[in-house]
C-alpha cells in the first residue's frame, strides 16, 4: 500500500482518527492516538514520543524516538465506527532520533534476523494458532475467572456461550483482512481458538499482536474479559500458541519438502529440527515468558514438556503436520501467547538456522505417548526436559549460543534484568497456598 492510497482511503471512509502502534520489548501494543490533522505528518514518520517512558527502551536522557510507519499495516478498525465517524491504525518501526533503527525495538530486530536469514538463501513463514479464554467480569468491571460457558471440544450452540462473541472477532478480523481458517471451542471450559492463515513471519508477528487486541476488545463489548494467561485455572488445560513455521527457498519453494525422504523431509527440515531441539531450553524465557507460563508446561495437560520430535506424536515438543509440498512445515508446540512473537519468531528461526548452519542430525522421532515413558526410558530416548520455571528457563537463556545475538544486546539484557526481577517478585511473594498449606499448621 502506498501513501497516496491511505489519504485516499482516509478521504472516502471519513476516517477522522489514527493510531500509530509498535510494541514494547514484552509484546505489549502500545500506541499514540492522532486526529485527522495529524495523519500526513504521521504517514511521513515525523511523529516523536518519549521513548523512556516505555519498560525496556532508553533512559530519560536519550528519550526522544520516532514512529515510522509500515504502510502495509494500515488498516480500518471496524469497532470504532460511530455516526460515520471511521478510525484507523498502523504499525511503526521505532527510529532514534538520528535517524537510525532503534536496536531495542522488537519489530526492528525481527527484521534483522529476518535478512540475515534471506542472506543464508531463506525466508520464514509463521502460523500462530493463540488459544484464550473468555470470563465473565465482577460488578466492578475486574476480571474473574467465573465463565457461564460449559462447553467442551468442538462443542455447538447453545452450550458454547461464548459462540456469538467469537463470531463478531471473527467479522472483526475478516474486515481487516484477515483469512479465518478454523475457529472452535478448545478443551477447557470458556476456552476458545481462531486460526487465521499462515503469513510471512514479520506479517505473522503483526497479524498475531492485532489478533489478540482484537479479541480483547471485541470481548469488552459483549461483558467479557479475555485473557492469553496461559494457566488462569488449576486443574484444566491452558491456552498455548503452537507456532507453524517453515523455511522457503527464495526461488519460492519449500525448502523443507523432499519428496523422495520417508517423511517427504528435505535435510534442511531435519537440520531445522535438531537446532529447535538443541535451543529449546533457552528459547523457553521468550516462548514461554511468564512465572505463570511453567505451570502450563506440565505432564498431564496436552501441553509439550519434552525435547522430542514426532511426524505425528502430539505429547512431542515439534510435530510435523501431515500435509506435504509448500505446506510442509514444522509446528513448535511449547509458545504461550503471552510471548512477544517478534522475539519468539526470532529466537525459534535462529535456532533452526543454527542446526541449518551445522548440518545438525536430530534424534530418531518419538511415536509412542512419552508422558507414559519413564525417566530410563526417556534417557535411552535422548529426550530431555523443558525447564521447570522461569527462573531456570532465564537461566538456559543467558548462556545460550544465540540468545544474545539473536535479540541483541539491549533486548537481551533489558529482558533478562526484568525477568529475573518478574521471578524475584514470584519468589518472595506470600502466595493462596502457603496460607491455606501452613498457616492453620504452625
Same mark, same amino acid.
Given at each position: 500500500?502506498?501513501?497516496?492510497?491511505?489519504?485516499?482511503?482516509?478521504?472516502?471512509?471519513?476516517?477522522?482518527?489514527?493510531?500509530?502502534?509498535?510494541?514494547? +520489548?514484552?509484546?505489549?501494543?502500545?500506541?499514540?492516538?492522532?486526529?485527522?490533522?495529524? +495523519?500526513?505528518? *504521521?504517514?511521513?514518520?515525523?511523529?516523536?514520543?518519549?521513548?523512556?517512558?516505555?519498560?525496556?527502551?532508553?533512559?530519560?536522557?536519550?528519550?526522544?524516538?520516532?514512529?515510522?510507519?509500515?504502510?502495509?499495516?494500515?488498516?480500518?478498525?471496524?469497532?470504532?465506527?460511530?455516526?460515520?465517524?471511521?478510525?484507523?491504525?498502523?504499525?511503526?518501526?521505532?527510529?532514534?532520533?538520528?535517524?537510525?533503527?532503534?536496536? #531495542?525495538?522488537?519489530?526492528?530486530?525481527?527484521?534483522?534476523?529476518?535478512?540475515?536469514?534471506?542472506?543464508?538463501?531463506? %525466508?520464514?513463514?509463521?502460523?500462530?494458532?493463540?488459544?484464550?479464554?473468555?470470563?465473565?467480569?465482577?460488578?466492578?468491571?475486574?476480571?474473574?475467572?467465573? %465463565?457461564?460457558?460449559?462447553?467442551?471440544?468442538?462443542?455447538?450452540?447453545?452450550?458454547?456461550?461464548?459462540?456469538?462473541?467469537?463470531?463478531?472477532?471473527?467479522?472483526?478480523?475478516?474486515?481487516?483482512?484477515?483469512?479465518?481458517?478454523?475457529?472452535?471451542?478448545?478443551?477447557?471450559?470458556?476456552?476458545?481458538? +481462531?486460526?487465521?492463515? @499462515? *503469513?510471512?513471519?514479520?506479517?505473522?508477528?503483526?497479524?498475531?499482536? %492485532?489478533?489478540?487486541?482484537?479479541?480483547?476488545?471485541?470481548?469488552?463489548?459483549?461483558?467479557?474479559?479475555?485473557?492469553?494467561?496461559?494457566?488462569?485455572?488449576?486443574?484444566?488445560?491452558?491456552? #498455548?500458541?503452537?507456532?507453524?513455521?517453515?523455511?522457503?527457498?527464495?526461488?519460492?519453494?519449500?525448502?523443507?519438502?523432499?519428496?523422495?525422504?520417508?517423511?517427504?523431509?528435505?535435510?534442511?527440515? @531435519?537440520?531445522?529440527?535438531?537446532?529447535?531441539? /538443541?535451543?529449546?531450553?533457552?528459547?523457553?524465557?521468550?516462548?514461554?515468558?511468564?512465572?505463570?507460563?511453567?505451570?502450563?508446561?506440565?505432564?498431564?495437560?496436552?501441553?509439550?514438556? @519434552?525435547?522430542?520430535?514426532?511426524?505425528?506424536?502430539?505429547? *512431542?515438543?515439534?510435530?510435523?503436520?501431515?500435509?506435504?509440498?509448500?505446506?510442509?512445515?514444522?509446528?513448535?508446540?511449547?509458545?504461550?501467547?503471552?510471548?512477544?512473537?517478534?522475539?519468539?519468531?526470532?529466537?525459534?528461526?535462529?535456532?533452526?538456522?543454527?542446526?541449518? /548452519?551445522?548440518?545438525?542430525?536430530?534424534?530418531?522421532?518419538?511415536?509412542?505417548?512419552?508422558?507414559?515413558?519413564?525417566?530410563?526410558?526417556?534417557?535411552?530416548?535422548? +529426550?530431555?526436559?523443558?525447564?521447570?520455571?522461569?527462573?531456570?528457563?532465564?537461566?538456559?537463556?543467558?548462556?545460550?549460543?544465540?540468545?544474545?545475538?539473536?535479540?541483541?544486546?539491549?533486548?537481551?539484557?533489558?529482558?533478562?534484568?526484568?525477568?529475573?526481577?518478574?521471578?524475584?517478585?514470584?519468589?518472595? *511473594?506470600?502466595?493462596?497456598?502457603?496460607?491455606?498449606?501452613?498457616?492453620?499448621?504452625?
Amino acid at each position: 500500500m502506498t501513501r497516496e492510497e491511505i489519504m485516499q482511503i482516509i478521504e472516502d471512509e471519513n476516517i477522522q482518527f489514527f493510531r500509530l502502534q509498535f510494541v514494547d +520489548i514484552f509484546g505489549f501494543m502500545k500506541n499514540v492516538a492522532l486526529p485527522k490533522s495529524q +495523519i500526513e505528518k *504521521a504517514l511521513d514518520g515525523n511523529i516523536m514520543f518519549d521513548g523512556s517512558s516505555i519498560d525496556g527502551f532508553v533512559r530519560i536522557n536519550e528519550s526522544d524516538m520516532y514512529l515510522k510507519p509500515d504502510y502495509n499495516t494500515f488498516t480500518k478498525l471496524p469497532w470504532r465506527n460511530k455516526d460515520g465517524v471511521a478510525a484507523a491504525r498502523i504499525i511503526c518501526d521505532v527510529y532514534k532520533s538520528n535517524g537510525q533503527p532503534f536496536e #531495542g525495538c522488537p519489530r526492528v530486530n525481527l527484521k534483522r534476523v529476518l535478512a540475515e536469514s534471506r542472506e543464508m538463501g531463506y %525466508t520464514m513463514n509463521v502460523g500462530t494458532e493463540a488459544e484464550f479464554f473468555l470470563f465473565e467480569k465482577d460488578e466492578d468491571g475486574l476480571p474473574t475467572t467465573i %465463565t457461564s460457558d460449559v462447553a467442551g471440544y468442538f462443542s455447538l450452540d447453545p452450550e458454547d456461550m461464548g459462540n456469538d462473541c467469537r463470531r463478531e472477532i471473527i467479522e472483526t478480523l475478516e474486515k481487516m483482512g484477515f483469512e479465518i481458517e478454523a475457529s472452535h471451542h478448545e478443551v477447557a471450559e470458556g476456552q476458545h481458538e +481462531i486460526n487465521f492463515k @499462515y *503469513a510471512d513471519a514479520l506479517t505473522a508477528a503483526d497479524n498475531t499482536v %492485532t489478533f489478540k487486541w482484537v479479541v480483547k476488545s471485541i470481548a469488552s463489548r459483549y461483558g467479557m474479559y479475555a485473557t492469553f494467561m496461559p494457566k488462569p485455572i488449576f486443574g484444566i488445560n491452558g491456552s #498455548g500458541m503452537h507456532t507453524n513455521q517453515s523455511l522457503f527457498n527464495l526461488d519460492g519453494t519449500n525448502a523443507f519438502f523432499d519428496e523422495s525422504d520417508p517423511l517427504q523431509l528435505s535435510k534442511v527440515a @531435519y537440520s531445522y529440527i535438531a537446532g529447535c531441539l /538443541k535451543n529449546a531450553r533457552a528459547f523457553a524465557a521468550v516462548t514461554n515468558p511468564l512465572v505463570n507460563s511453567y505451570k502450563r508446561l506440565v505432564p498431564g495437560y496436552e501441553a509439550p514438556v @519434552y525435547c522430542a520430535w514426532s511426524a505425528s506424536n502430539r505429547s *512431542a515438543l515439534i510435530r510435523i503436520p501431515a500435509s506435504r509440498g509448500l505446506s510442509t512445515r514444522t509446528e513448535i508446540r511449547c509458545p504461550d501467547p503471552t510471548c512477544n512473537p517478534y522475539l519468539a519468531f526470532a529466537m525459534m528461526l535462529n535456532s533452526g538456522l543454527e542446526g541449518v /548452519k551445522n548440518n545438525l542430525t536430530p534424534p530418531p522421532g518419538v511415536n509412542r505417548d512419552i508422558f507414559k515413558m519413564t525417566s530410563a526410558q526417556m534417557d535411552e530416548e535422548g +529426550i530431555v526436559v523443558m525447564p521447570a520455571s522461569l527462573k531456570e528457563a532465564v537461566e538456559e537463556l543467558k548462556v545460550s549460543s544465540i540468545g544474545r545475538s539473536t535479540l541483541g544486546p539491549h533486548i537481551f539484557d533489558k529482558y533478562i534484568e526484568a525477568k529475573e526481577k518478574e521471578w524475584d517478585n514470584f519468589r518472595t *511473594a506470600v502466595t493462596d497456598w502457603e496460607l491455606d498449606e501452613y498457616l492453620s499448621v504452625y
